[in-house]
């Protein structure tokens, strides 16, 4: 009987949409920002954290997706009526606060998704 090998080896990911990758391996996904950086994220499993995912997509800040599911911060419109000081909480919350053009980049975005979610 031939020994059997293990493979440390990742298997490739499976492309199954143009801004999302899979690997079925470890359960999580690949996924792609608008600017074409990846992030390994768990895969959106309801409306509310679709939009999340979508809005930091287009932020490119989808690093950021899993600590704000995590944290309970998947209601993308609670983002948006915060003010500032608990939107300042948010953001040191989910590690986002060191990096202050990141947060700006998600406010430009969070913008924008009010006029057009």
Not at 10 to 31: D, F
Not at 64 to 83: A, E, N, W
Request: charged share 20%; with cysteine.
């Amino acid at each position: 009987m031939a020994p059997t090998s293990v493979s440390t080896t990742p298997m490739l990911p499976q492309l199954h949409h143009p801004h999302t990758l899979t690997s079925a391996s470890v359960g999580r996904i690949l996924s792609r920002n608008m600017n074409g950086t990846v992030a390994l994220t768990t895969h959106p499993s309801n409306e509310s954290e679709l939009q999340l995912f979508r809005v930091l997509q287009r932020a490119n800040l989808l690093s950021y997706y899993d600590t704000f599911i995590s944290k309970g911060g998947d209601d993308v419109q609670q983002l948006c009526d915060s003010g500032q000081e608990e939107f300042l909480e948010i953001m040191d919350l989910v590690g986002m606060a060191a990096k202050p053009l990141h947060v700006r980049r998600l406010q430009k975005t969070l913008r924008e998704w009010l006029q057009n979610p």
